[in-house]
């Protein structure tokens, strides 16, 4: 930290990504990207005439994008917004919403880049617990007095999700405030808040292409709600950005997005990989939450979290530990192919019997 940055950031804690290390290879299960390739469309449409026009700059007002979207969810173009990321659109929400007198209300385990945005931009932040069994309770959110609202469903790392129609009462609840939905996973099984734009000017659906359309190198998301929210969410991006999305992105983007059998194939093999790993684990004595996400949060009273997770690293399998309170003993296990969760259960299985062993070793008093 130099003598010169600002007072106000000085106590900052940022985002810790997932590890994406480069020392060997990993079976990789701590990012939730997606095991499978991208549409074979969008790998068709980044072709050597595409990467000639890299020397032009991509257009600001992702028109080809804004089409392929807009028809799908079945909306009007000046519905959708494209950002660098559903994290960008996502921060240009809260710069455009939330201020010092506008708080922004989130739960406690929830993903963890809100809590760094409400510092970044220094605004006050109403935390909501909950519940022990880590289940949101919509009516801690009713009447919120005119703050943002931001709920990740299905949550992460958590997983688990609320039906479309509690989600509704909480922006009924919210007049006076948005109300926005980030349904990153919300694809692998949860139920969408989509067709509600049309009947709340207050909500805002923020998606991604980088888990159920297999994008996350490409950086592509979106942010769908009335025309009105568009337009503020526009206003912040023409002020800092206005390439934010580079021509290569979206060409992949349009293409995938209309590639509709592809997106439904592949995510219904990650929904039933992760109904089967829920399943092991479960047969492995692990407590498994219940997703709609595409990984699965587990433990087990065999061994703490932390040491599980280093174990399995050592065998080459990355999974995600939080060391964060309530969480500290949970672990984040994105689904792979089928092949990669059998590696998961059988390093399991070596590491907990060695674990047992050790513990049958120990003297007793």
């Known amino acids: 930290m130099s003598k010169f940055l600002s007072k106000r950031l000085q106590n900052l804690e940022p985002y810790t990504p997932g590890e994406q290390p480069q020392d060997q290879q990993y079976i990789k299960l701590n990012t939730n990207e997606n095991p499978y390739p991208p549409s074979p469309w969008a790998a068709e449409a980044i072709n050597a005439a595409a990467v000639n026009q890299l020397r032009l700059y991509s257009d600001p007002t992702c028109e080809k994008l804004l089409q392929a979207i807009a028809t799908r969810y079945e909306l009007q173009p000046e519905q959708v917004m494209p950002g660098n990321g559903s ?5 240009f929400a809260l710069r455009a919403f939330c201020d010092e007198d506008t708080p922004l209300a989130y739960a406690d385990v929830t993903y963890g880049c809100y809590k760094v945005w409400a510092g970044l931009l220094h605004i006050p932040s109403h935390v909501i617990p909950l519940e022990k069994d880590f289940s949101l309770d919509p009516k801690k959110y009713y009447s919120l007095g005119g703050e943002t609202i931001v709920i990740a469903n299905p949550n992460a790392p958590t997983g688990m999700a609320l039906p479309a129609a509690e989600i509704e009462k909480i922006v009924q609840a919210n007049a006076g405030g948005v109300v926005i939905v980030d349904e990153a ?15 709340y000017p207050n909500l805002l659906v923020v998606q991604t292409f980088s888990k159920s359309r297999s994008l996350a190198g490409a950086r592509l998301g979106f942010a769908m709600g009335s025309a009105e929210l568009i337009a503020d969410l526009n206003r912040v991006k023409f002020s800092l950005n206005p390439y934010n999305i580079n021509r290569l992105t979206l060409l992949a983007g349009e293409t995938a997005m209309r590639d509709e059998d592809y997106f439904r194939r592949t ?28 990984f699965v949060f587990a433990r087990t009273d065999k061994m703490a979290g932390g040491a599980l997770y280093a174990a399995l690293k050592e065998k080459g399998i990355l999974v995600r530990h939080f060391d964060a309170p ?27 019997e060695n674990a047992s062993r050790a513990n049958a070793a120990q003297p007793t008093d």
Not at 185 to 199: A, H, N, Q, R, T
Request: hydrophobic content about 45%.
């Open 326 to 352: 309530r969480i500290a003993d949970w672990l984040r296990i994105s689904i792979g192919k089928p092949e990669d969760m059998h590696k998961l259960m059988e390093a399991l299985d070596a590491i907990l």
């Open 87 to 91: 994290d960008e659109n996502l921060f």
């Open 267 to 294: 995510c219904g093999i990650v929904a039933a990989t992760r109904e089967t790993t829920a399943q092991e684990l479960a047969k492995r004595g692990f407590a498994v939450l219940p997703s709609k996400a595409n």
């Open 185 to 199: 996973y919300v694809d692998f099984g949860g139920e969408s808040c989509v067709p509600l734009i049309k009947k």
